[in-house]
T-cell receptor
Framework: DVKVTQSSRYLVKRTGEKVFLECVQDMDHENMFWYRQDPGLGLRLIYFSYDVKMKEKGDIPEGYSVSREKKERFSLILESASTNQTSMYLC???????????FGPGTRLTVT | AQKVTQAQTEISVVEKEDVTLDCVYETRDTTYYLFWYKQPPSGELVFLIRRNSFDEQNEISGRYSWNFQKSTSSFNFTITASQVVDSAVYFCALSEAGGGSNYKLTFGKGTLLTVNP
């Protein structure tokens, strides 16, 4: 069975903190993605990676960075969390071709 | 640029009714892929189906069916005899097959389906 796991389901952080969201997939997928989901805005792509150590900006990369040191792990980093980064964060992975993406359970991040 | 429109923000039906969720897409590519995902209240997006632009054959899987029409750029999803467990947000998505690393999905805003007992 396909599996994508995220380090936390719920997270509360303070403004200015550095936040790490971790995502691990066990399907040997080349591509990994980070989205945020907000009411009325749908899913928006933050960053994606098509290979180890490779990354590309998505539609809303400002305020975020990513790291992919191993194929199975893709981390999203909020260098200095702000309240407007309160959101649901979803990680996904897929095979190299434009195959379907498989999603993790999501992390609901609240920045106070 | 690619775009996916799900005009129905919310739909409410009574159990056992049939319901169709609309999806209209825009793309300049001749090769592309269309997807449907389900997001139940638990939050995790579940993949339902993938269709490529060369295959216009409709598909049926149990109570689910999909109607792909290139002439109208639509990829509609029908649930027959709806059940309470079908209550979820449903997303339509598009991926262009332009090559390279750019296999991003563009999602519609989603349709919230509520099936009442």
């Amino acid at each position: 069975d396909v599996k994508v796991t995220q380090s936390s389901r719920y997270l509360v952080k303070r403004t200015g903190e550095k936040v790490f969201l971790e995502c691990v997939q066990d399907m040997d997928h080349e591509n990994m993605f980070w989205y945020r989901q907000d009411p009325g805005l749908g899913l928006r792509l933050i960053y994606f990676s098509y290979d180890v150590k490779m990354k590309e900006k998505g539609d809303i990369p400002e305020g975020y960075s990513v790291s992919r040191e191993k194929k199975e792990r893709f981390s999203l980093i909020l260098e200095s969390a702000s309240t407007n980064q309160t959101s649901m964060y979803l990680c996904a992975s897929s095979q190299q071709k434009p195959y379907e993406q498989y999603f993790g359970p999501g992390t609901r991040l609240t920045v106070t | 640029a690619q775009k996916v429109t799900q005009a129905q923000t919310e739909i409410s039906v009574v159990e056992k009714e049939d319901v169709t969720l609309d999806c209209v897409y825009e793309t300049r590519d001749t090769t592309y892929y269309l997807f449907w995902y389900k997001q139940p209240p638990s939050g995790e997006l579940v993949f339902l189906i993938r269709r490529n632009s060369f295959d216009e054959q409709n598909e049926i899987s149990g109570r689910y069916s999909w109607n792909f029409q290139k002439s109208t750029s639509s990829f509609n999803f029908t649930i027959t005899a709806s059940q309470v467990v079908d209550s979820a947000v449903y997303f339509c998505a598009l991926s262009e097959a332009g090559g390279g690393s750019n296999y991003k999905l563009t999602f519609g805003k989603g349709t919230l389906l509520t099936v009442n007992p």
